[in-house]
T-cell receptor, first 114, second 115 residues
Framework: QQQVKQSPQSLIVQKGGIPIINCAYENTAFDYFPWYQQFPGKGPALLIAIRPDVSEKKEGRFTISFNKSAKQFSLHIMDSQPGDSATYFCAASIRETSGSRLTFGEGTQLTVNP | DTAVSQTPKYLVTQMGNDKSIKCEQNLGHDTMYWYKQDSKKFLKIMFSYNNKELIINETVPNRFSPKSPDKAHLNLHINSLELGDSAVYFC??????????????FGSGTQLSVL
């Protein structure tokens, strides 16, 4: 059962554009939401994360918007560059008795054309 | 120095063979993981170990057996390989298993191809 739904599957923008990637979740027990960036041939790397008690978090050109009531969150990339071309994964963390578990979305392949 | 290193990078083998993937982290982390990334790039957790103790064991075939000789190492042994096992396997680590997982550090992956 996929608990974190991510869209779109792929996205192509021109340099300088603002790609937006959306994620939705059902389980209200999730309460930490990171985004990971993966380049070809590499493992995913943490990009930015948000807790549900804030509605927005910005780090450089990357912004997470969080809507707790709608159970949705999104990643915006300002002034996108060709070097931002990568696969982006949203994720959600849940506390379990054995520890924490991170569930990933399906991923979005972003291409930024020069 | 590579924080999370896994070997080999590529593994090509025949159906029915047994193979192992090794992982080591030099970050001093307590918790290590194995993730499987399929051809559609979907990332799914397989196992998690905290200080050599198995704490997450997802529904994976019992042909997959993780082993953690110490908290810096987590190996994955796969018996009787099948075509459907072809995927990229990622090792990862985190500071501890506490809440929440602030940051996962991933290795570069092992591309397993079963012919």
């Amino acid at each position: 059962q996929q608990q974190v739904k991510q869209s779109p599957q792929s996205l192509i923008v021109q340099k300088g554009g603002i790609p937006i990637i959306n994620c939705a979740y059902e389980n209200t027990a999730f309460d930490y939401f990171p985004w990971y960036q993966q380049f070809p041939g590499k493992g995913p790397a943490l990009l930015i994360a948000i807790r549900p008690d804030v509605s927005e978090k910005k780090e450089g050109r990357f912004t997470i918007s969080f809507n707790k009531s709608a159970k949705q969150f999104s990643l915006h990339i300002m002034d996108s560059q060709p070097g931002d071309s990568a696969t982006y994964f949203c994720a959600a963390s849940i506390r379990e008795t054995s520890g924490s578990r991170l569930t990933f979305g399906e991923g979005t392949q972003l291409t930024v054309n020069p | 120095d590579t924080a999370v290193s896994q070997t080999p990078k590529y593994l090509v083998t025949q159906m029915g063979n047994d193979k192992s993937i090794k992982c080591e982290q030099n970050l001093g982390h307590d918790t290590m993981y194995w993730y499987k990334q399929d051809s559609k790039k979907f990332l799914k957790i397989m196992f998690s170990y905290n200080n050599k103790e198995l704490i997450i064991n997802e529904t994976v075939p019992n042909r997959f057996s993780p082993k953690s000789p110490d908290k810096a190492h987590l190996n994955l042994h796969i018996n009787s390989l099948e075509l459907g096992d072809s995927a990229v396997y990622f090792c990862a680590s985190s500071q501890d298993r506490g809440y929440p997982i602030e940051k996962l550090f991933f290795g570069s992956g092992t591309q397993l191809s079963v012919l």
